[in-house]
């Protein structure tokens, strides 16, 4: 029996390690989300803060070389029509030469507050301040403390887009940023009732998975039950506070919906937080979800992609993934032949 302590340990390590990779994933593919309704995307810069309000958001990630266990991975985000709100903190010089041109602008020369009625608004003008509201934008500036506060909002419409390349080890799911680890890859998952413990962010975990026997519903088409939906831990960064929520598709380990306002991918594109929350096909498709009893989607949405879902199997609800089981019934079977023709002997 000793003989085989040896065999055993290299038969081990023929053995391959659990991948977290699906068998649909490969160079080329893609799966792109929608989301309608009331989204803000935020930034925050070395000036102050950028937010933008926008009525339709598009994510895409895109697979577009796989070496060995790694992958580049693009990312794109768009926002269509979108308003746009900055914060930023200024010197006390630059914060008065700034004050100083809107008060000569209208001939503002100190004493009471001025009020001007301009197009499509007013003005007020005073010592240490200074604000604007018309129907394209709103603009105010306060100087106090040895600083000067500026809020800028603009009305009119704007696209807005980032795009970044992340690299995923497809055998950890670890996101590199840069080269630098930056979380956990949730875009897709091999078994998703096991995803418990996914750490997404350092201190943000999958709490809990939940099987659903629904049907979901997305921009793409019907997801057949059983769907998995996960909660992470709540988390609190400034300004925001909440959980990530992911619905993956049972049998392809897809994330076929997310609500994500902390994720590493957002890093990538420069964003501290996104707050997309799909509203609009809840709405639209109120009478079949009361009606059929599907799941109506939340969040962004998958509305495109180009992965062949024909070759999906239902995944166990709880359990080892299939290639670790697979696995260890093959060492299984190995070690019985080898203890049978050494009994033979």
């Not at 940023?177 to 995803?195: C, D, I, M, S």
């Not at 239902?314 to 290639?323: D, F, K, V, Y």
Request: proline share 5%; glycine share 10%; hydrophobic share 40%.
């Amino acid at each position: 029996m000793k003989r085989l302590v040896p065999v055993l340990a290299l038969l081990l390590l023929l053995v391959p390690p659990t991948s977290a990779t699906p068998y649909w994933f490969g160079e080329g593919v893609y799966a792109r989300y929608v989301a309608r309704g009331q989204l803000s995307i935020g930034m925050s810069t070395s000036a102050g803060n950028v937010t933008y309000y926008c009525p339709h958001v598009e994510f895409t990630w895109r697979a577009l070389k796989v070496s060995g266990d790694k992958a580049r991975v693009s990312l794109l985000l768009l926002g269509f029509n979108c308003t746009r709100e900055e914060y930023s903190t200024l010197g006390e010089g630059e914060a008065m030469a700034l004050l100083r041109k809107y008060q000569g602008r209208y001939n503002f020369t100190g004493g009471d507050c001025l009020e001007v009625p301009v197009t499509g608004g007013n003005v007020t003008v005073c010592e240490n301040s200074y604000y604007e509201r018309t129907a394209r934008r709103v603009v105010g500036l306060v100087v106090e403390d040895g600083e000067g506060r500026l809020f800028n909002r603009s009305y009119t419409p704007e696209n807005f887009s980032r795009a970044g390349v992340v690299e995923i080890d497809l055998t950890t799911g670890e996101i590199y940023v840069n080269g630098t680890l930056a979380g956990g890859n949730f875009l897709w998952v091999e078994n998703p009732a096991n995803v418990t413990g996914l750490e997404i962010l350092p201190g943000l975990k999958i709490e809990t998975v939940r099987m659903i026997n629904s049907t979901a519903m997305t921009y793409y088409g019907d997801f057949n039950a059983p769907v998995y939906m996960a909660h992470t831990n709540m988390m609190s960064l400034p300004g925001i506070s909440g959980k990530d929520v992911i619905l993956y598709d049972g049998s392809s380990g897809l994330a076929i919906a997310f609500f994500t306002p902390f994720s590493p991918l957002w890093e990538a594109l420069g964003i501290s937080n996104a707050v997309i929350q799909d509203t609009e096909f809840a709405r639209e498709h109120e009478r079949e979800i009361k009606e059929s009893n599907k799941m109506p989607p939340f969040g962004l949405v998958l509305a495109g992609t180009n992965i062949d879902f024909t070759r999906a199997e239902e995944l166990p609800e709880e359990g080892p993934s299939r290639t670790a089981l697979f696995a260890v019934v093959g060492v299984a079977v190995v070690l019985g032949a080898l203890l049978l023709w050494r009994w033979r002997r």
